[in-house]
């Protein structure tokens, strides 16, 4: 048995190994639909999350979905229900660290959804009340130390999210230049730091919630941690910030820009900026900094699990990858033919999947892979053997889970794209033809038969020796056998044998030219030894050497 396992392997490793006619070098995909006809409360999706629960939850325009990897369940507002919720169409949504539900509706009002409870609750409600205005939401960012920032038109509101379960007093506190916490009345960014800490960034300055404290009244718009420093950068200024005394030191930068547009941490001590000109590299360690030009306002930066840069602009169509360690720079477009016939423009999408593909779609592009091999950005095919099969959906709102499968939705419909391992590359031959027989030989020489009765004969190099003849010799043109052979194998002496459906058994024996002999086996009614039926599926040569 060991040795029938062994011969398996290896006309399995044999078989993804030959030269293809069409080659599946693409990754491997499952694409599941969801629209309103099996789940979808509303076609259209403007939000996808999920919660620490694995549930994934969908804002629509006809109210809150939850999906449990099996049913959709629907939560919104009915006329006399008493629910506090304005409008079923929500804009965005945003999981706290309770597993409850962040709801921006489309008229700029927020509710938390008490997952518990189901029900929405209008948490400024008191505070609308009592100051007899009504306020405008912006934005909402959870952070994972358990607290939530709702951005309004002009200042914020700090919800501390076990305090509000509990229904602590306390739990909201608002936060404006008039009471004093707030430095700026408009709010860009909200991040929360390694320590826990709180970085608010305004039009005016940076304040900080937490153990941290900051004197610079600099407009700065962005930061990132890297070696346990914090760097951060306003439209002109690198700078560093000192922990011990919340000073910042800034570094000079000797290269030729107007505008820094955004930071990102690197490898240790190497901090990446896009500017107006392309990006500069700082090398904290040495302070040395490397300008790379590409003469495009850069605003966001990624890196991929190679140490790539991938560069994007809102002025200048497709994306830009960049290698620190080369310096060699390439920009990629989606060609004209590969873009979907459609008026709405996919967002810009760079993210990389369970088997480390990177996926983009590069900027008024179409979603594509990157096959590091080649140094391409190729489209991918629902079905590898037919070009009209070109995947090229219209990508309005996405979302990676923690399961790295990865969420797109537009105003039609919602996928679910999940990712496989390649383990191996699947080679097509014989296409239209049924493979009714396949062995591979002691000479490494694979053979196969299909049910048209053409026997072919593939060397080790994987290249064709060519067809097996009626006379047993090799030719390299197209012949048939003539017979429909369901089973190989060879026995010690190196003899071929095959069997047939209705013609027995044929043994092939090895001739110094290269051909063979042949011998036909088949039942004969006055031989009692003969073979019992001339239809053969299975052959095997026991310990004795016997086949049988």
Request: aromatic share 12%; glycine share 6%; charged share 25%.
């Amino acid at each position: 048995m060991k040795n029938i396992a062994q011969q398996i392997l290896r006309l399995l490793i044999y078989m993804v190994l030959l030269t293809p006619i069409m080659l599946l070098a693409q990754p491997i995909c499952q694409i599941q639909h969801f629209s309103i006809y099996n789940g979808l409360v509303q076609r259209t999706v403007s939000d996808i999350v999920q919660d620490s629960k694995g549930f994934i939850w969908f804002s629509t325009w006809n109210g809150l979905n939850r999906y449990d990897g099996y049913t959709f369940k629907n939560y919104k507002a009915y006329p006399g229900d008493g629910c506090t919720l304005t409008s079923n169409r929500i804009l965005r949504i945003v999981p706290d660290q309770q597993n409850n539900i962040w709801c921006q509706t489309y008229d700029a009002r927020v509710y938390l959804f008490d997952s518990h409870q189901e029900k929405f609750i209008d948490i400024l409600q008191p505070f609308e009340q009592k100051s007899g205005e009504t306020y405008i939401v912006r934005k909402i960012y959870a952070l994972s130390k358990g607290v939530s920032w709702i951005v309004c038109d002009h200042g914020a509101f700090r919800v501390d999210e076990q305090k509000l379960e509990n229904e602590d007093e306390g739990a909201i506190t608002p936060y404006t230049p008039e009471i004093g916490n707030l430095p700026g009345r408009k709010i860009s960014r909200i991040e929360q730091d390694a320590d826990g800490d709180e970085w608010i960034f305004t039009d005016k300055s940076v304040c900080i919630v937490g153990q941290k404290t900051i004197s610079d009244k600099t407009h700065f718009t962005s930061f990132c941690e890297n070696n346990e420093k914090m760097y951060l950068i306003s439209s002109k200024h690198l700078a560093i910030y000192n922990q011990q005394n919340g000073q910042v030191q800034y570094e000079e930068i000797p290269l030729d820009y107007s505008r820094l547009n955004c930071i990102l941490s690197l490898g240790k001590d190497t901090i990446g900026i896009g500017t107006n000109n392309g990006i500069i590299l700082f090398f904290a360690k040495s302070k040395q900094f490397r300008n790379v030009e590409m003469h495009f306002n850069v605003m966001r930066l990624f890196e991929d699990s190679h140490n790539e840069l991938w560069l994007f602009s809102k002025e200048q169509r497709g994306i830009v990858r960049y290698d620190p360690l080369t310096n060699e720079q390439q920009h990629y477009e989606t060609p004209t033919q590969n873009m979907p016939k459609a008026e709405l423009r996919s967002r810009d999408v760079i993210f990389e999947d369970s088997q480390g593909t990177l996926w983009v779609v590069p900027h008024l592009g179409c979603l594509s892979y990157y096959d590091r091999e080649d140094k391409e950005l190729k489209p991918y095919y629902t079905d590898y053997s037919k070009p009209e099969s070109k995947f090229t959906p219209v990508i309005l709102n996405f979302y990676v889970d923690n399961q790295k499968n990865f969420w797109y939705a537009n105003n039609f419909w919602m996928d679910k794209i999940s990712f496989f391992p390649n383990a191996s590359q699947l080679t097509t031959f014989d296409s239209g033809h049924e493979t009714r027989a396949i062995m591979v030989d002691k000479q490494q020489n694979l053979w196969v038969a299909n049910k048209k009765g053409v026997i072919r004969i593939f060397n080790p190099d994987k290249t064709l020796k060519g067809y097996l003849t009626p006379e047993g010799t090799i030719s390299p043109k197209a012949i048939s056998f003539s017979r429909n052979i369901y089973c190989f194998t060879e026995d010690e002496q190196g003899n071929i044998w095959m069997g047939s459906k209705w013609d027995g058994i044929i043994r092939l024996s090895p001739k110094r030219d290269g051909s063979f002999q042949i011998r036909n086996y088949v039942h004969k009614e006055e031989d009692p030894y003969s073979l019992s039926n001339n239809s053969v599926y299975c052959i095997y040569q026991d310990s004795k050497k016997g086949c049988g």
